[in-house]
């Protein structure tokens, strides 16, 4: 039997990390324009959460008590964007603030930073328009982005996204940086590992002991990924760091979106069918 990318330990700490950020507190309050607010709750509903609502003046928003993971969504019409920004001053709530200004058939769907912790979308009521709204929501939720998307089903495909980005981006930036020959394997294997784990809590997954069926998957996945690298590595020298990079990327992008797919219809492998996909894959 082939040795594992890393070792059980490893595999063990980033559960115990993962699992750590499923219970923390992420939610979402949002403010504005009436009619807004309300098509937003209606949307965020979906699934059974409904978010808060921040119902006084707008000009007391700079008094909003908030904690980071919670995030505040101001939906505006253009003309109530001026008052809005006064009223938050220069003080922005702990998870920071979207404002989704609706600019109607003139919006861009494209996003400004007008002033620290506050992201700007150009919104229309529209399938694209809440799409861009939701991606920015779980962008604001940073760390708590694994809660925020437990808590809200509609928000966990951006949130799963995010996890997998991420985990890709790091992923490049390890082949390119590593250059002693499989050195990078353990820490490319340890990012999917946890990237699965978190997807798993995104979708509502209990994070226990037998998620380690999913890290004996993504183990054996590494070793595919180890297999093509060295493919590419011999046929074509000098360029090492560049095909590791982009390896590592496109290697993870794709387990991730394969675990996305998978918790959404509720993990519905077998355990034989999850050890014989982690074997098939092993080098």
Known sequence: MAKLPLNVSRLTDGWKEVSATTGVSAGLVLAGDPHLVALAQERFATGGTLPGVWARPLAELAGMASVPGEVLVLLLAAEAETEAMAGLGQS???GGVVLAVDEG???????????????????SDTPHGWRRLFDLCVDRAGDN????????PV???AAARRVTNRAAGQNALIGAAIFIPGADMPVMTLNQAKMVLSIAGIYGEEIGKERVLELVAVAGAG???RALA???????????WAIKACTGYTAT????LAARRYFEMGAPASTSRVLALAGSLRR
Do not use: N
Request: hydrophobic share 40%; proline share 10%.
């Open 253 to 256: 992008i794709a387990l991730g």
């Open 223 to 225: 070793f595919g990924l």
């Open 230 to 240: 060295r493919s590419f590595l011999r046929s074509t020298p000098g360029v090492g």
């Open 145 to 152: 982005v694994v809660a925020l998307g437990r808590r809200y």
């Open 92 to 94: 922005m709530p702990g």
């Open 105 to 123: 058939p003139a919006a861009t769907g494209k996003t400004s930073y007008p002033v620290q912790g506050c992201a700007r979308l150009s919104f």
């Open 155 to 157: 928000l966990r495909p």
